[in-house]
Every structure is written in structure tokens, then in C-alpha cells.
């Protein structure tokens, strides 16, 4: 690692590349027609604006002086003056009505550009990648000659190149060279305006007063955002789709609802917002388009059920048995009922509890494995086409708030500067500190689940005891499906509590990096979550009617009887608990996510409406002869009009949690595939038209995967499966059935029967000597049955035969698909020759040996340790040297 005013020399004649560099190659795509003006740009019409800084203050100046800070004051005029010396173009645009809104135009010379791009390892193209980029289902329906429907000819498609990282005297061996405008990528500058933001100081760096977050996050800054491209309407008169810049391209072919079916183009989306945003995306549309088959095959289940309600012989014997089962009473209130009465509950739980049950639940595990192993392949294509196989933040810089409030400093081993440190120790503490928390809040939500059921059990009473016969037959049904819905708004009010909290908690833990201080909090929230949303499911599925006792003999809770399942057994509950819980989540969500930002963004224009008009009369009365783009609002009041973008934290938490429904708990809801393949076809369109129109540009973040979310899908891809085993083993009648069929009748004649067990006389004689049915495998005694131990051995059975049968089918399923593609192999080798062939050069003989190429000699040849500067350079080389106020002590490095 070298110092930051040292920059390594690498004059070496690079390796004939097979391409020419006559074309173009752009920001969007190459041999691209003329796009429409750039309205980016300073006031002179041609100098590109590449980041925007904006402070508000009062305008009159009796109000100065409160509302401004002469500390906010300095440090806005300190910073500024530091860019100013590291190379950057400035230009001011103050807008004035209620409030001084100032902006601060910023641009990178190309000296800045190619000295930060090297500083940063941007990546650059060598050479043209000519093999399309297809996804698998077009492989397969031009193979077999068919038409596609998902496919759409999106314009100006960005070109995949292999690329190696930048270096300055190399320049003109890099494709486009020639054309300084549009070499860098319009993301690239952005990311080096963003580095040079992020470390220039503004005061003590020793107190941590570095960056552009710190400044935004103390309100000095009202915001800092790079610009988008134009509008994202597309143009009156209508031009050529080729001549669409790419915020347009992206709202006609991607954000509107009218593509719903169509492939999400994944280059244009990484081409505006980053790898970080387009490796989400290309999640989603991985994952949803995984979601077709398991919700074809959860449909068919479902529909098999249909035909199982007219022809199964336990359900028969349920509706024809009149009179013959007299059932004891559900509660201490509640009188006896026939058995009859729930032939049509009965048959609607064979919709959701049928043998194949089984088989949707060795394919969702199996679904999920697969899912997993194959997105890991799609992934690595992904990141090494958009350059992000390599990447590793080594250097990531801590987080302001890190700097602003650790104790003291250390050095950096890697880069020798003083950074703020926080003792490990008082870390560790801190973070168990956490987890305790963590602990009482899981325990607030226990709570609040044995409230739900206390209300389910109460409110079945207040009902049944009621004089209106109508509830009195459905109250049981009443309680059940009100108390989900309780449970939902209680989970929903929880979660919104307990995410505060884990801010809180997370910044109370001093993470020195972002990265880090994001895994932690993604922790926190996952573990909660986890036990918030399917804790209810949980309860139903395993705990529900498990210790309810026996008449004479039943168990209470707090004086209350133990909740049984309802008359057409737990399983049919839990259908309508996922039901609830996730589809009315989404519900839920989905109306938030599409009102709240055009709310929100309606309300900060509604702020800024006076001063646009104002803008616009003075054009009009001031500055006709400037032309009518003056009467325009400019680019950058647009965009700080727009709303902040938050992150793709709670996109992936909802999209995470709805995997943990399809795939916990599917043997109960074979229909939940289905709901999610809905949900998030409607999730998609609102995420997209969110960052297209509605969201400020963010800043672009290079990622190779989707980090830490992938290691929590496996978990719960674990859980699924032994959560399924034990859904079949002792919550189906899979197995009771299955046990009655090979030891008392193929035709389960009598199984109905089988299933009940005889109240004990005891509880018999107190209610006058009639007896009752239950459900159970008990004598007249109350005592259990041989039947019971039978079947609770062939459960437990079940329960390790089918983990082991998944867990070494998915173990075969992951090594038979390797997590690179043989192609993707070939493109990395490909990619390294030519870099290093392109890059090295041959330090023993002080010269490089290039194949067909004349001998260097070695006096053209300079030292490792030499300064040079790129001869295109049209302005001095940038200011990197130490700051005076904070020099270093002697001897440090």
C-alpha cells in the first residue's frame, strides 16, 4: 500500500488489444445516437455537474441570526475551500423565497478523474465482449424455435467488456481513450466525486470532522446527491427509443406496470444505479421467476384437494354419521355437539391437509436448496460481468458517526494515518448488552402471543354465551380469525418498535464501518423479526392442542382452559394464520410503499413550490434573453425535490420473511407460493417506479452479492426442512392415515372412529352418565393407548428419514452445481491474462516482453517510485498532500 502522494510508475508498452479504439464508448452504450441536451451542465454549457451540495439558510437577515451557526458557517466555507484545492470545479445557484436554498455545483476535471480512478481501482474496458448476454429460459425457447414473451428490445443496450484497473500512462491503450467526455462512466464520476467528499476534511480530522455523510448527518449540508439523467417522462414530440437517455429507458421499459412480464433489463438498471441496487433487483427477478414452478406445483396440490373433498372415505363418514359421535364439550361453558356438524369444515381442511402434503414439502425443500445453489451461480455471472468479482473493500473508511464519538485513536496499519478507535472490550460488552435486549423483547412478544390466545379463548366464551344463535355456531371461527388479525397489528406495531430500537442499539455498539454496522443491525432485526412473524405459526402448528388434557383432566393457563384445535383440526388454523399474517402483511405494505413516497414527495414539493414559481417569474421577467431554458426548473432543483432513497434494507426483509413463509411452512398453505409470486410481480413494479421517479440518485455501491441476507436464506432454507418434517409428522393426518391403511383397513372404513377416544367415566358420571367423543388415542381411563406409542415412533421415524433424504439430496444438488459456470471460468482466465499481459511488466530484465512486438529499450524505461502525471492533463494534478494543521509526529508513516 503506497502513500497518498506517491502514485506508482507503469510506462510499459501494454499488449496489442484485437479491437479498435475508433468508437466510442460512452457513460450508456457504445455507437449510441445523439441523445437529447444535457441539462447537467454549469452555465456555460458544456462543464458536466457531477455532485450537488445543498444548504438551506433564512432569508431575511433579521432572521440570520437564528437560524444560522457560525460554526456551520465555517465548516461549509472550510470544506468547500479543500475541494477547491483537491482540484474540483465549483459553481454556486442560490434560490431565494421563504429560504436561501444554495447549491453548490461540483465537477471533476479529467486530471481529478484519472487520479482518483487509479486511487480507487476503478475498472476500465480493454476489449469488447462479443457472447450475449441470455437468460436460460431464452436459451431453451430459441432452441426449441418458440416465440418469447418475456423478452423486449430494450435500446441502447450497455456493452460488456473485459476490463482491468485503471492506469494513467496507459491511457491509450484503454478503449475510448480518445474521448475524454465520455471514458468514465457517469457512475464512475459520481463514485470519485463521493470518494474525494468523503475524505476531505473540514476541521480536526483527529476529532473525526472528515466527510460529506458527518456534514449531511449535522445538518451543515441539507443534502449531498449526485443528479440523474434528465427526465424520466419521455419526451413531446416522441424521438427514436435510441435517442431516449437512460432515466427514460428505464421508466418506458422497466418501471411501468405494463411490463410486468417482461425480463428486468439488470445492464441498463447497474448502468444508472450501481451493482449494490442491480444485484437486488436481479434477486427479486431470480426469485420470482423461481416462485412459477413451486406455485404451479402448490396450485395442483391445492386443486387436488377438490377432488379429494367429494371422494374421501373419513370425510363420508364426518357427514354421514348423524347422530353417532357426540362430541365433549370445547370449553367449561359449552355443551355437546355432533361430530356431523363439521362435514364442511372437515372437507375444507382436506384443501390444505392431503397426501400430497408430503410430496409439496420434499419439493419446497428440495426447491429452496436448488434455489440457492443456482442463484449463487447466477450471482458469480453477475458480479463478474459488471466487474465486481474482485472486489474487496479493504480500505472501507469508518462511519461518521464512528469517528465523531470513538474515545480515542490508533494508527492504521494499512494506510498509517490516525483513525478514531473504539476498545474491542467495551465493544463485546456493549454488543451482549444488545442480545439482552434482544432476549426481553423476544419475551415481550411471547407475551403478547399468550394475550392473543387468552383473547381467542375469552372471546369464544363471551360469544358462545351470547343470545345470537348465528355466533353461536361460528364462535370458535370468530375468535380464531379476530385474533389473527390482532396478532397481525400486533406484530406490525412490534416491529416498528423494535427496528427504532435496534438503531439505537446497533449505533450504541461503535462499528467501525458501515458494512459492519449493517450486518449487525440486519442481525438484530432478522432475529426479531424471525420470532415476531412466526411465532403465531409456530404456536399453531406444534404447541396448539398438544396439552390440552382430557375431560376430567384438562390443563389452564392462568386459570383458563388450554386453547384446542378448532373442529376441523389444527392444521386448517394455520392455513388461515399464514394466510393472514402474509398476505395481509403485503397487503399492507404494498399500499404503504406506493402512498407514502407520493405523499412524502408531495409534500416536499408543496415546501418548494413557492420558490420554483418565484424562479420562474423572474426568467420570465428578468432573463428573456437568455432563452426559455431559464424559465426552467434546472436539474438540481428537481432532484432535491425528490425524496431521500433509504436503502434496500426493508426490500430484502420483506422479501426474506415471505421466503421463510413459502418455504417453514407450506405443507400447511400450498397456495402461499402462489400469493408471493402475486405480491411481488406488484413489488417489483413499485420498487422500480420508487427509484426511477420518486427517489433522489444514489450514490453508486459496488457489491459482489447480496451479502449478508444470503447466509440468513440458508438458515431458514434449514428450517424449512425440519419445520416440514414436523408438519407432516404431528400436525397432518398423513401419518395416522397412512398407519391405519396398512394395519386395519386400505380403505380407511372406520378411521374416523379410530381417531376418537371415549370420555372416562368419572367425567361422565358428573354429567348425568352421558358420554362424550375426543380427540385421542386414550382408554376409558384417560390413559394412553398402545396406538400412541406406535405412532409417535413412525412420526420421530418420519421426522429423520425425511431430513436425511433432503439434506443429502440438496448436498448432491450442491455439488453437482458449481457456483461458477464453466463460461463465466473461461471469461475470469480470459479477463486475467489480458490484464496482466496488458498491466505487468518484467522487472529482471527491465524490460517487457510482448509477442510481436519490437524490444522496449531499457533506458525508455522509469523506477516503481516515480511520480508521473498524465500528459492530458489540463489543469495541475490535485492537492493530496497532508494537512498542515494535522501533521503527523516524527518517524510515522
Known sequence: MRRRGEQKDDSATLIAMESSTDNSYGSIATNAPAQLQDMNVFSDRSTRVDFVLVWEEPRSPKEEHKGVDPAHVKFREEFLNRLRRCGLLQEQVVLQEKKKICFVLLSAPWSVLCYYAEEISLRVPLQVVEAPNLNWSEVVLSKLSLPNPLSQDVPNPPADFYTCQF????????????????????????????????????????????????????????????????????????????????????????????????????????EYFGEKIALYFAWIGFYTAWLLPASLVGTV????????????????????????????????????????????TYKAGLLFDNGGTVFLSVFMSLWAVTFLEYWKRTCSTLSHRWDCSDFQDIEERPRPEFTAMAPMTVRNPVTGAEEPYFPEKKRVNRTLTGCMVIIIMVAVVLMFLIAVILYRTILSIVIYKSDFSFFNLSAGRIASLSGSVLNLLVILLLSRVYTALAHILTRWEMHRTQTKYEDMFILKVFIFQFVNFYSSPVYVAFFKGRFVGYPGNYNTLFGVRNEDCGAGGCLIELAQELLVIMVGKQLINNIQEFFSPKLKSWWQKRKLRPQLKEKKKKGANEEEAQGDEEEEVRPWEDDYQLLVCEGLFSEYLEMVLQFGFITIFVAACPLAPLFALINNWV??????????????????????????????????THMAVLSNAFLIAFTSSFLPRLYYRYTRDSTLSGFIDFTLATSPHVFS?????????????????????????????????????????????????????????????????????????????????????????????????????????????????????????????????
Request: with cysteine; glycine share 6%; charged share 25%.
Open 167 to 270: 492506469r494513467t500512462n496507459k491511457l491509450q491503450r484503454f478503449l475510448g481513450s480518445d474521448h475524454k467526455e465520455t471514458f468514465f462512466k457517469t457512475t464512475q464520476r459520481h463514485q470519485v466525486l463521493y470518494e474525494i467528499l468523503a475524505r476531505t476534511p473540514y476541521g480536526s480530522v483527529k476529532k473525526g470532522e472528515v466527510g460529506i455523510d458527518r456534514l449531511v448527518s449535522e445538518q451543515v449540508f441539507s443534502a449531498a446527491y449526485p443528479l440523474h439523467e434528465g427526465d424520466f417522462q419521455s419526451p413531446s414530440p416522441p424521438v427514436l427509443p435510441q435517442c431516449l437517455g437512460l432515466r427514460q429507458i428505464l421508466y418506458a421499459y422497466w418501471a411501468q406496470w405494463s411490463c410486468w412480464r417482461r425480463y428486468q433489463p439488470l445492464d441498463h438498471i447497474r
Open 301 to 344: 396440490i391445492f386443486l387436488i384437494g377438490f377432488g379429494l373433498m367429494a371422494t374421501d372415505v373419513p370425510a363420508k363418514e364426518v357427514c354421514n354419521s348423524g347422530n353417532r359421535f357426540i362430541m365433549c364439550p370445547i370449553c367449561n361453558i359449552c355443551s355437546y355437539w355432533n361430530y356431523s356438524s363439521i362435514c364442511s
Open 683 to 716: 413489488e417489483i413494479r413499485l420498487d422500480a417506479h420508487k427509484f426511477v421517479t420518486e427517489y433522489r440518485r444514489p450514490v453508486v455501491e459496488r457489491a459482489q452479492d447480496i451479502g449478508i441476507w444470503f447466509p440468513i436464506l440458508q438458515f431458514i
Open 765 to 893: 358420571q358428573r354429567h348425568h352418565n352421558a358420554s362424550c367423543r375426543y380427540r385421542g388415542f386414550r382408554d376409558e381411563n384417560g390413559e394412553y393407548l398402545p396406538e400412541y406409542f406406535h405412532l409417535l415412533a413412525i412420526r420421530l421415524g418420519f421426522i429423520i428419514v425425511f431430513e436425511h433424504v433432503v439434506f443429502f439430496i440438496g448436498r448432491l444438488i450442491d455439488l453437482m452445481v458449481p457456483d461458477i459456470p464453466e463460461e463465466v471460468e473461461m471469461k475470469i482466465k480470459r479477463e486475467h491474462y489480458m490484464a496482466k499481459e496488458a498491466l505487468a511488466e518484467n522487472q529482471s530484465l527491465g524490460k517487457t516482453m510482448i509477442p510481436g512486438d519490437k524490444d522496449v529499450p531499457s533506458s525508455s524505461l522509469r523506477q516503481r517510485g516515480s511520480r508521473t502525471f498524465p500528459p492530458q492533463s489540463d489543469s495541475p494534478p490535485p492537492n493530496l498532500t497532508g494537512i498542515p494543521e494535522e501533521t503527523d509526529p516524527p518517524g510515522s508513516f
